[in-house]
Structure formats: C-alpha cells, structure tokens
C-alpha cells in the first residue's frame, strides 16, 4: 500500500507549492537606518528612530501626514469644550487590533492611563501628564479632561509616542514586557526583534484601511556607519535609507537606479548665547554676531548645500511659524555695534558644540572663523553626550551657568509652536528644567507663550506667536544659522516612502514594484 | 599540571573582584548623567527623575555597589539601561559573532602572518624577505576601516560577490575577517620573522645542518618550535584584543558584536552593560594567558609549572 501513496503525496506538493505560488513573490522591503533601536514602547521612547519604527504597529488618534499636517487616524472627530479642558473624540469603527481584538474607547483609556500612572515610569510621561482622567462615553466615544488648558494637545495626540495599544496584550504582558510584544492596530503585526541585526514586521491582513498595506513586510535594519548604508543601497539590499551623508550623495546620483530626496525639514541649528552673562548680555553684541555670520557660507561649507539659512525662528512647516528673514552678513556693521558696546577690539569666549560628529565640526569652525573677522576669538569645544548633560543640560544653578556661545539644534515633534518655543525660550525653561540654553528671558514672550496655551481660538494663537517670534528675532538670544534638509535615498523601484520635516518616515503608501 | 591550572583559576577570584570595584568606580566617575541621557532631548525634570527611579539610580552608591557585587556573584548583572533587557542577553546575543569572527580571522592571519615571517627569515635580506616585510608594514600600517571600505567597495558593491554587512552565512565572514586580520597578520609576521631570525644563528641549529638534515627539516623541526613562544604570547594578546571586538570593523560591517554594544554602552553611560563587558573583558584575557601558559608547557617541554 505504502508506495501508492508516494505519487499522491508529491502530487499535493506539487498542488500547494502552485497555490503559494503568488505567495512566494512576496514583496518584502528593507529599510536600512543610521541608529539601533531602543524600543518597540513610544511611550518609553526618546529617539525619533524608534518611534518612527513603531508606526509600522501602532497607530495614534490622530497624526501627521507626510508634510506634517495634522490628520485623524484612529479618531473621526473630536470637540473641544469651551473651557479647553474637555476633549470628546470620536472613535473609528471597525478597527481591529493584531490579537484579534476589536478597538474601543476602552483601548483609548488603558493606553493614557497608562502612560500618565507616574509609577510606570514611562519616558513620555511628561507629553501627557496634563491629562487629568481619560473616560469611556460608549464604545466609539472617548472622553479625556485636562488639568490646565492646553490649546496644542491634540497635537500631543498626535505625536508619534501617542499611540493605542491593545488592552488586552497590555494586561497580557504588563507595562514593561508589551516593549517586546507590541500589539496595535497598524498596517504590519510585529514579527521579530534581533536587538543587534534587525526588525521585522509582517502585512496585517484585518488591517482597517482597505488595499493597504501595498507590500507584504517590512525589515528594519540599522547599519551605523553611512558608507555601508551606501553600499547596501547599491546592491540592492535595501530600498531605502536615511539620513545620506552629504559627501555621499552625488556617488549615488549617478546609480540610474536610485533616487536622491533632499525633503524640507523642521530641524533649526542655531548658536545660543547666554544672555546672563557678560558681554552676551548686551543686545548689540549678539546682533553683531549675528551680523557678522555668514549663513550661506554655513550651508555650503558644512551642510555640503543641503540646508537654507534659517529666516525664522520657529521654522517653516511648524505650524504659526513667522518669517522673521535671515540677519543680514554685514561685518562693517557688526564691528560697529561691537565698538558701540565697548568692544572695538572684539573679546574672547567660548565656542560648544552639543555633538561631537563631523558636521558640528565643521559649523564650528566656521564660525570661529568668521567670528574672527569681527575680532571674536572662540575656543571650541565638542562636547560629548556625558559632558553635554553635566555642563548644559543638567547644570543647576543658572548664575555660574558655564555655557556661552552653543551649537544646537532642534525639531518640534508636535509639529506645532508651542514646542517649538517653550522649551527653548520661555524663561521657566532654563537648564536643568529644558533647554533654554541662551537663558533668555522676556515678560512679552512669556507672556504670548503663556495666552497661547489658553487661547482655542486659531487666529489669536497666531497672533501671539508671531509677536513672540518678532520680539524673540530683535533681541536676538539666538544667532538662527541653518534650517536642514533630509537627505535620503530610495531604490526606483520603491514608492510611498517619505522622510517627515522631523526625521520621521511616513510609508502608509509603502509599494515595491 | 591540573594542580597548577586549579591554582590559576582560584587565583582569578581576587583579580575580578579587584577589577569589579575599579570598574564600578570609574564607570559612576565619568560625567554625564545616565538619567538624563537615557530621558532624552524632550525630558523635563520630572521624566528625568522617574527614569532615575526606574534605573535604580536614586539608590546611595554603596548600595547600588552592594547590588552589582552580589548580582554578579549569581551571575545576574542585572538589566541595560538602555535596551532593559538582561545584559546576560545583551551579552550573549553578541559573543558569539565577535568569537567566531575572531577565530577566522586569527586562523588565516596566523598562517599568513607565520608562513611570511618564517620565509622572509630563511631569504633574509632576500627579496621574499623584502616582499613580505613591504606587505607586513603596508598591514600596519593601513587604517582598518579604509581597508574595510575598500574590500566592501570592490566584492560587495562593484563584483557583487559577497553581502556587504551583517552576520548571517559564511559569505558574510569573509570580508569582515580579512579586514580584522590583516593588521594581526601583519604584526606576526614580523615578530615570526625576528623570533627566527634570533633561532636560526643559534648554535643547535648550525649542529643540526653539520648532522647533515636538509633545510626543510631543520626548520619546520628545529627552528620552529623554539621560535614559536614568543609568537605564541602576541598570539595570546591579539587574540584577547580581538575578542573585545573590534570597533571599527563591527561598525563598517554592521557587525553585531561586542565592539559595537560597547559604544553604545559607554555613549549611553548604559553602566550594568560597561561593567559586564570590562568584567567580561578581564576574565577573557586571564583565560587566555593561562591557555598560553600551558602551551607553552608543551611547546617546550623543559618549561616546569609550579
């Protein structure tokens, strides 16, 4: 009997390897990126890497699109109370999680709980700490209270940390152990997390947008250093990459297979200078520096051209952003106001960077150099992730604040204002509570920061914001250099893959041809 | 001789414990608050103090010292700030790509290194020594992550044949252990070729040509084995370095190894990791030293241990 089988056997082999037939050309993409990941969780995520990963799973309330303008996602609609503190939203119907289960205010009120219970010390804490209790109306009905008004929190929502996670896994995995289970409600289910090599994501099938997602899975794959993210981009094993090295981009240019995308960002570099000591302390100095910079020449010698000078201080494509247009280059004029400070013959200072990489280098010396022509002689100092902690960022005691002229950057993730200035410039915000770096501190910005908060109303937030913008430009804390562009590569045959204005990647339209 | 390695294996207690406080101490030393790192760019005060809570570092030193110390002992080290996974996993996950790549690499640099210091030592002054002491210096002296480039550049991306990083089949050793190598084979065969260039004018050697044994003979015998200790202690170090992984070739090939967590580990001021490692680090070198040691022992018989 036995051999009759055989025949029968290979014979539905045969069969089943026919009818996986359209399975097997399955379209599977690489993406390779600069940095290992250190989280699959949002809520305990700080890096925009991680968290630009975990949109492959998760999905927010709302969102950004791909130039970073608000959109609903899990959410229809939403209601604000007149007193700003109420926030009803309605739900999506129809949405299921990976685990089966269906998505319900339920999910909304487990995952914000969660996040804003101190004891589980999430990293995002403070993002949503505001939020007094969240609600279930009925099923497709949430309803979240704020402790203080807070006119920017639907773009906290909407902020890549704020995702839904399913009640059930968390109550599955508990609070720590969902950051390597995660199960949400996003085109691709998780499948596997190789810390040192990659991470892969599979198609969801019960995914709620129809026909999406476009390609079967996702692998992530960090390759630290730019020349073999280069290199894997020529031959062809992987799609897509960001960020490119400047000095790599015109080697593959001239791949015909391959794309370059220099997309527009939100990512301002700037040189604080502290404003509570001498000479910063005097307006004309800090004009004259700005005066005496040349951003064009800041752009083309570091940023190998892939970056504008910035002509605002909240930069374009943040929303209120005003343009305030870039300080001149004038060095008569700086050397002028210099004089006109008391300091004909220029003064020496200290140069820092917040990185150590070649670009910080670069920007550094430059402005050193030009700073030079005025007679300012800067001595520079990268500084190193440990040392920027211990003598900027956690310093305590403002007045013996060592900080003087700093090279920083910034993007706000919100994608709103309020980030963009608050933490920066208001004068609460001092080192070691956020980064105003230049110490800077005005009552007319305060209070514009502070009415905008209060205020729903959409013209009267503009209105304030462009007045702390106008005021922050004339006294000029900041030298603004540089607003950058992201460069990144793509394979032709890729589509649908974006890189945000805040270094995130947006691939809902994911499509390998 | 068993009596002998049981004494170095206790004698290893003590130097870990040693090296254990000094590490602990240097890596609490070096500035930068891991809290506020490990917070990020966003954090306010109060997520920087909840990430503290969560790291344990809100604990007094000596107790956070007493943790680590008896954590250790049963072999817990306790979790990566950075990852919050084990760091016995973290660890483990990432041993075996720098072991294995290693290995090869010290196999073929070893017989490349030997059979060049060996033949540039019979020609001496000859134009094989001439050759291979010109690729010996060109091995030192060429930085490694150039080399690593170039080797991606011309079989990875141009001749497309072999993968360019990562750590999965055979083809991916390749590259990854010429580049590691190259310098290791380089530094052997000078020191083969000085070690037998010092052997070949000893006097049991000329009596070994006046018995009448033919060249080969004398020095693949003769020569060799009394040449070898001292290329067999840098084969010791080179290969206890090695197994620290190797930064930047892990970095150009994405190796996911030892090297790499490291910089992570020390850039994140990520301390249950840095302390594991340099713990771990340590233990790999004595192990090395005493499997040297007895080698040595059978390389040259005359050698006793006591």
Not at chain 1, 51 to 65: H, N, P, T, V
Not at chain 1, 361 to 389: C, F, P
Request: aromatic letters at 10%.
């Amino acid at each position: 009997m036995k051999p009759l089988f055989r025949p029968l056997a290979v014979g539905a082999l045969v069969a089943a390897a026919f009818a996986a037939g359209p399975a097997l050309a399955a379209k599977d993409v690489t993406f390779a990126v600069a940095s290992t990941f250190t989280t699959t969780d949002p809520y305990d995520a700080n890096d925009t890497l991680s968290q630009a990963m975990a949109k492959s799973f998760y999905e927010g309330l709302f969102g950004f699109d791909k130039d970073m303008k608000l959109i609903p996602v899990l959410a229809e609609s939403y209601d604000v109370s007149k007193d700003g503190l109420v926030y009803t939203i309605k739900l999506k119907k129809g949405v299921k999680f990976h685990d089966g289960t269906d998505f319900k205010a339920d999910a909304v009120k487990a995952s914000f709980d969660r996040v804003t219970n101190p004891d589980n010390k999430l990293k995002r804490y403070a993002l949503y700490s505001n939020i007094a209790r969240t609600d279930v109306v009925d099923d497709a009905t949430a309803r979240i209270t704020l402790k203080t008004p807070f006119s920017a929190f639907i773009n906290n929502l909407a902020h890549p940390s704020g995702v839904i996670i399913s009640p059930a896994a968390l109550k599955q995995y508990g609070n720590k152990d969902i950051a390597f289970h995660p199960v949400g409600t996003g085109p691709f289910k998780f499948v596997e997390w190789k810390a040192t090599d990659y991470l892969k994501v599979a198609r969801f099938d019960g995914y709620w947008k129809k026909g999406y997602p476009k390609v079967d899975g996702i692998t992530w794959k960090p390759v630290i250093d730019s020349n073999s993210r280069a290199a894997v981009m020529q031959t062809g094993e992987a799609q897509f990459t960001y960020p490119v090295p400047y000095e790599m981009a015109e080697t593959l240019k001239a791949k015909p297979e391959l794309d370059i995308v220099a997309a527009p960002s939100i990512i301002v570099r700037y040189l604080s200078m502290n404003t509570q000591q001498k000479p910063f302390d005097n307006p004309k100095v800090r004009q004259a520096i700005n005066y005496a910079i040349n951003k064009e020449a800041v752009a083309k010698v570091a940023f190998g051209g892939y970056a504008t000078p910035a002509d605002a201080i909240v930069p374009e494509g943040v929303e209120f952003s005003v343009k305030t247009g870039v300080w001149p280059y004038d060095v008569a004029k700086a050397k002028a106001l210099l004089a006109e400070a008391g300091y004909p013959n220029g003064f020496e200072t200290e140069l820092w960077s917040a990185y150590n990489h070649t670009i910080a280098q670069k920007v550094t010396q430059v402005l050193q150099q030009q700073l030079q022509q005025v007679g300012i002689k800067t001595k520079i100092t990268l500084l190193e992730a440990g040392q920027r902690v211990e003598k900027v960022e956690s310093w305590q005691d403002p007045a013996t604040a060592p900080v003087r002229l700093y090279y920083v950057g910034w993007s706000s993730s919100t994608g709103e204002a309020d980030w963009a200035l608050r933490p920066l410039l208001y004068s609460e915000s001092w080192p070691p509570k956020l980064f105003n770096t230049a110490y800077y501190k005005s009552e007319r910005v305060d209070g514009d920061i502070r009415n905008a908060l209060l205020t729903t109303d959409k013209a009267e937030k503009a209105k304030l914001y462009k007045d702390a913008q106008e005021t922050i430009y004339k006294d000029a804390p900041w030298a603004p250099l540089v607003t950058e562009k992201l460069l990144s590569a793509n394979n032709k045959k890729l589509s649908g893959v974006y890189t945000m204005p805040d270094g995130s990647f947006n691939f809902t339209d994911v499509d390998l041809k | 001789m068993l009596q002998y390695i049981v004494k170095r294996l206790l004698g290893l207690v003590p130097t870990l414990l040693i090296v254990g406080v000094l590490v602990f101490l240097l890596v609490h030393l070096l500035p930068g608050d891991p809290a506020r790192l490990a917070a990020g760019p966003d954090a306010n005060p109060e997520t920087v103090q909840l990430v503290r809570k969560d790291l344990g570092l809100d604990r007094p030193l000596p107790q956070q010292f007493l943790r680590f110390v008896a954590g250790a002992l049963t072999g817990d080290f306790g979790k990566s700030m950075r990852t919050k996974r084990q760091v016995s996993t973290e660890i483990a996950d990432r041993f075996a790509p720098t072991f294995w790549l290693t290995v090869c690499a010290m196999a073929w640099s070893v017989v490349f290194g030997m059979g060049i210091g060996i033949v540039s030592a019979v020609w001496r002054n000859r134009w094989p020594d001439r050759l291979g002491m010109t690729l010996a210096v060109s091995g030192i002296s060429f930085p490694a992550f150039a080399l690593g480039m170039v080797l991606m550049q011309v079989f990875a991306v141009q001749l497309n044949w072999l993968p360019t990083v990562g750590a999965d089949t055979w083809k991916h050793y390749i590259l990854p252990s010429l580049t590691l190598g190259a310098a290791v084979a380089a530094i052997m065969a000078r020191f083969t070729r000085s070690s037998f260039v010092d052997i070949l004018q000893e006097d049991f050697i000329r009596t070994a040509r006046a018995k009448g044994l033919s060249e080969p003979v004398v020095v693949a015998k003769h020569a060799l084995r009394n040449a070898l200790i001292p290329v067999l202690t840098m084969m010791g170090l080179q290969f206890g370095f090695l197994l620290g992984g190797s930064i930047v070739v892990e970095v150009v090939f994405n190796w996911p190894g030892m090297g790499r967590l490291l910089v992570d580990a020390v850039d994140m001021r990520d301390y249950p990791v840095i302390q594991a490692l340099v713990l771990l680090f340590s233990l790999e070198f004595i192990l090395i030293n005493l499997i040297v040691d007895v080698l040595y022992g059978l390389i040259n018989p005359t050698i006793r241990f006591r």
